[in-house]
């Protein structure tokens, strides 16, 4: 970190301020993490799961469900895939963080284009800012409304099925969850409206299990305080999941004539996917400490380490963009993370050289 910035940050710019000088401190951008590894696989039911770290536990005990079942009854296949790409923690965060990344999500770490026969998503907890440790992933009722909204429609506009999961309980804290409930009827109004999409309530499956909270010792849920489950609780939960795909994949065999149904690839040249192209126009390629290429990131942004992300980089959607050492932030040409920035909250600081 410069001194300079410093300094002007400390009050200095009292002295030369004036409306035309940019802010000398605005807010870190957040790193999007990548898609999924995959691309469709022919032939199999291919599933995307969009959410936080509760719809990682629930994607991998739907893959293990799903895929042993295949094994089974001998039956078409199933490929569930999580995104964005990162199986430690997180995920789609809060529906700010998800709106502005889905162009992403919706491609493959690669950039490559894809589709979907079945889209599920949630957000929520996230944005409650469910142990209020991440101040920066608050949303206000109004805009959690706005972003699911836009989400829906771009998820529908993709040709697959798609359907919402309720946000599930914050066990350990009443008035964060009465958020919780306040949001999910917010989502279960919006998912109601046409074009209707179904809806799993994974919150009433929990309470039937757990109890209103506050709980504290719930067979089905991880150690309090703590809004994730077991593996037992995840496996139910999943549970709730494989109906609403086997209800999003019988409407699709259903519906075969409908208004999407044409839409068998996004190299179809249709007005809707227009951000996938101009995204692909002078691609940047991210690459690991050995050279190889893990990720790759749309024209105009730029490759970050990231912390969370399954394939170590992630892409701050800005040209010429500062990454910061917390491995979540970056910020904007001209400007440089503060040192005190973590993966809580992080500012940046305008550069003392470009101040003349
Ligand atoms: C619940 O969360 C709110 C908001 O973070 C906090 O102010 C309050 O102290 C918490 N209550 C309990 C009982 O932990
Ligand atoms: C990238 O940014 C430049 C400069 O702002 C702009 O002229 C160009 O159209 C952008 N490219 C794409 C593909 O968005």
């Known amino acids: 970190m410069n001194i300079f910035a410093i300094l002007f940050f400390c009050g200095l710019e009292s002295l030369s301020k004036s409306l035309s000088d940019p802010p000398s401190v605005v807010s870190a951008d957040r790193i999007c993490k990548p898609g999924p590894p995959l691309k469709r696989t022919p032939g199999?039911?291919?599933?995307?799961?969009?959410?936080?770290?509760?719809?990682?536990?629930?994607?991998?005990?739907m893959s293990h469900f799903l895929v042993k079942r295949q094994h089974q009854m001998g039956c078409d296949g199933y490929q569930v895939q999580h995104a964005p790409w990162d199986d430690k923690d997180g995920g789609a965060l809060d529906s700010k963080y998800g709106r502005q990344c889905l162009s992403l999500f919706l491609m493959t770490v690669m950039m490559e284009p894809t589709?979907?026969?079945?889209?599920?998503?949630?957000?929520?907890?996230?944005?409650?800012?469910?142990n209020g440790e991440w101040p920066e992933e608050y949303t206000s009722p109004a805009d959690y409304a706005k972003n699911i909204g836009e989400i829906k429609s771009?998820?529908?506009s993709t040709g697959a099925k798609v359907g919402y999961v309720l946000t599930t309980p914050v066990p350990y804290n009443v008035s964060i969850n009465n958020l919780v409930l306040e949001y999910n009827d917010i989502a279960t109004n919006l998912m109601n409206q046409q074009p209707a999409i179904p809806i799993a309530d994974l919150y009433t499956w929990v309470v039937e299990a757990c109890g209103d909270p506050p709980y504290n010792n719930c067979k089905i849920a991880a150690k309090q305080p703590s809004p994730h489950y077991s593996p037992q609780g995840y496996q139910y939960l999943a549970q709730r999941l494989i109906y609403l795909v086997r209800d999003l994949k019988g409407k699709e065999?259903?519906?075969?004539?409908?208004?999407?149904?044409?839409?068998?690839?996004?190299?179809?040249d249709t007005n809707k996917?227009?951000?996938?192209?101009?995204?692909?126009?002078?691609?940047?390629?991210?690459?690991d400490?050995?050279?190889?290429?893990?990720?790759?990131?749309?024209s105009n942004s730029t490759c970050c380490a990231s912390l969370f992300s399954s394939s170590g980089q992630g892409c701050c959607l800005l040209s010429q963009a500062a990454s910061?050492?917390?491995?979540?932030?970056?910020?904007?040409?001209g400007y440089g993370c503060d040192p005190s920035c973590s993966v809580y909250q992080c500012n940046c600081l305008r550069n003392a050289k470009n101040h003349d």
Not at 253 to 267: A, I, V, W
Not at 280 to 285: I, L, R, T
Not at 289 to 298: A, D, R
């Open 253 to 268: 065999n259903g519906r075969r004539q409908d208004k999407y149904s044409h839409l068998n690839t996004l190299h179809e």
């Open 44 to 61: 199999k039911t291919n599933c995307l799961i969009i959410g936080d770290s509760v719809s990682i536990g629930l994607e991998f005990s």
């Open 154 to 156: 771009i998820l529908i």
């Open 324 to 333: 910061c050492s917390d491995g979540k932030h970056c910020c904007r040409a």
């Open 289 to 298: 400490k050995s050279g190889q290429v893990v990720t790759v990131c749309p």
């Open 273 to 287: 996917f227009k951000w996938m192209r101009s995204a692909f126009k002078d691609s940047v390629a991210c690459r």
């Open 115 to 130: 589709t979907y026969d079945v889209i599920i998503f949630n957000f929520g907890l996230h944005d409650v800012n469910y």
